[in-house]
Nanobody
Framework: QVQLVESGGGLVQPGGSLRLSCAASGFTFSNYYMTWVRQAPGKGLEWVSDINNGGGSTYYLDSVKGRFTISRDNAKTTIYLQMNSLKDEDTAVYYC?????????WGQGTQVTVSS
């Protein structure tokens, strides 16, 4: 059974930090390109960051560059999103996604709320 389980969300003040995790199971994680996507209240899905199979290539939405860092541990079948200097506009449900060819898996999401 394929599962992607996000964790680490919560309420944080502007300028604070959170580290999201996404634990994968049920598929060969190291073969999959992994992505973080978010959905702010009342808005559509927004791509945030990608990481390739080996972790050597990463990509970021311009508005999070320099603040967010994506990483993966293939031995632990987990990806991470370290989020620093959080802003109100980062408030969203964050989802992880794993993709390989026609295979496309999603987690249930974790809520991140940035508010004073």
């Amino acid at each position: 059974q394929v599962q992607l389980v996000e964790s680490g969300g919560g309420l944080v003040q502007p300028g604070g930090s959170l580290r999201l995790s996404c634990a994968a199971s049920g598929f060969t994680f190291s073969n999959y390109y992994m992505t973080w996507v978010r959905q702010a209240p009342g808005k559509g899905l927004e791509w945030v960051s990608d990481i390739n199979n080996g972790g050597g290539s990463t990509y970021y939405l311009d508005s999070v560059k320099g603040r967010f860092t994506i990483s993966r541990d293939n031995a632990k079948t987990t990806i991470y999103l370290q989020m620093n200097s959080l802003k109100d506009e980062d408030t969203a449900v964050y989802y992880c996604n794993g993709k390989k060819g026609s295979y496309d898996y999603w987690g249930q999401g974790t809520q991140v709320t940035v508010s004073s």
